[in-house]
């Protein structure tokens, strides 16, 4: 019996031994890799100290009128923007902007807020010499980033786009609640992965990256690399953990404050979710409905084509509601707040 458990102990001790090589060497290769990547890949834009964190902004047009910033949902890397950016570049100027650990942006200590979050991206257009005043569109979780920005800064406030962002009624409900708590924790398993090498391996040999059929832009399907970072990932948890955090006044209707007649437009998906998220469906169009009446000029449009991801289904949707904020509009008859 004794020899017997000796040699259970030691090929246990030869498995863990091996397995533990392994991790090292793959944490090791994930650290090459990542850097001779970010030498390969640098930043497109700015990088704008806030008190010894970098956040990189990338502005491109020159049009009259407000500036255009798009706030990113959780796990959304901004290039997934660039395509809408480009064209709106058209005919105004707009911003992209990765928040902390986002791509290129340096990781902030976690702990922080939603209003830490909306406050660090006016101190960021601050430092950067973005005029305003702004067109902050907001995608998901972003959503939830721009209002108290608005409530905060509203002389600095031309508008909002909301883009399939959930309401306070929504987003601290149970079933949203169920979702991000999932998400935490596969966003966990994901980054050590990462950090140990498996996903570069995986995403070597499956080629990974935005489908075929999304509509993103040629120079972040050639950046994909810098998208998904174990600091991404880190950042995208706490996004989430920061909706866990959120203080109960926030938690009610209305609790990132109501928008009285700032001009408004939120944009809805529709086609339905697809699993696991589908719980969230039932309640998210009555989600879109309270959010449009948190302003008197408030406006819901229905991205009938897209999912969630609308700036990559149907990117004109989001880029026309754009247009109703601004100066920009090209049929005001058909485009008018109330």
């Given amino acids: 019996m004794g020899k017997f458990l000796v040699g259970t102990l030691r090929v246990v001790l030869g498995i863990a031994t091996f397995i533990g090589v392994g991790l090292a060497g793959g944490y090791v290769f994930e650290s090459y890799a990542s850097a001779r990547e970010a030498t390969l890949h640098p930043a497109p834009g700015r990088l704008i100290d806030v008190g010894g964190r970098r956040i990189h902004v990338l502005c491109k047009g020159e049009g009259a009128g407000p500036t255009v910033v798009i706030e990113p949902g959780a796990a959304e ?7 809408v950016q480009d064209e709106v570049a058209k005919f105004a100027r707009v911003c992209t902007y990765d928040r902390a650990g986002y791509q290129w942006s340096d990781p902030a200590s976690g702990g922080r807020s939603i209003e830490d979050r909306a406050r660090e991206l006016h101190s960021v257009l601050t430092r950067a010499k973005v005029p305003g005043p702004y067109v902050l569109v907001g995608h998901s979780y972003g959503g939830a980033i721009v209002r108290p920005f608005a409530r905060h800064y509203r002389a600095d406030t031309a508008g909002l786009v909301l883009v399939d962002a959930p309401d306070e009624v929504m987003m601290f409900g149970p079933h949203y609640a169920a979702v991000v708590s999932r998400g935490r924790w596969v966003l966990a398993a994901a980054a050590f992965a990462m950090r140990c090498g498996i996903v570069r391996v995986w995403t070597s040999l499956s080629g990974a990256g935005p489908d075929e059929g999304a509509k993103v832009s040629p120079a972040a399907r050639s950046q994909w690399p810098m998208a998904f970072t174990p600091a991404a990932l880190d950042a995208a948890r706490d996004d989430m953990l920061s909706i866990e955090r959120a203080p109960a006044a926030q938690r009610v ?79 005001k008859a058909s485009l008018d707040f109330p």
Avoid: C, K, Y
């Fill in 77 to 83: 890397p901004s290039m997934l923007w660039w395509a």
């Fill in 253 to 331: 209707a209305g609790g990132f404050g109501t928008l009285d007649d700032l001009p408004l437009v939120v944009v809805a998906h529709g086609v339905p979710f697809p699993e696991p998220f589908a719980v969230l469906e039932p309640g998210f169009r009555g989600s879109q409905h309270r959010l449009a009446a948190l302003s008197s000029r408030g406006v819901l449009v229905i991205a009938e084509h897209s999912n969630h991801n609308i700036n990559m289904d149907q990117p004109e949707v989001v880029i026309d509601a754009v247009r109703r904020i601004g100066p920009w509009q090209q049929d």
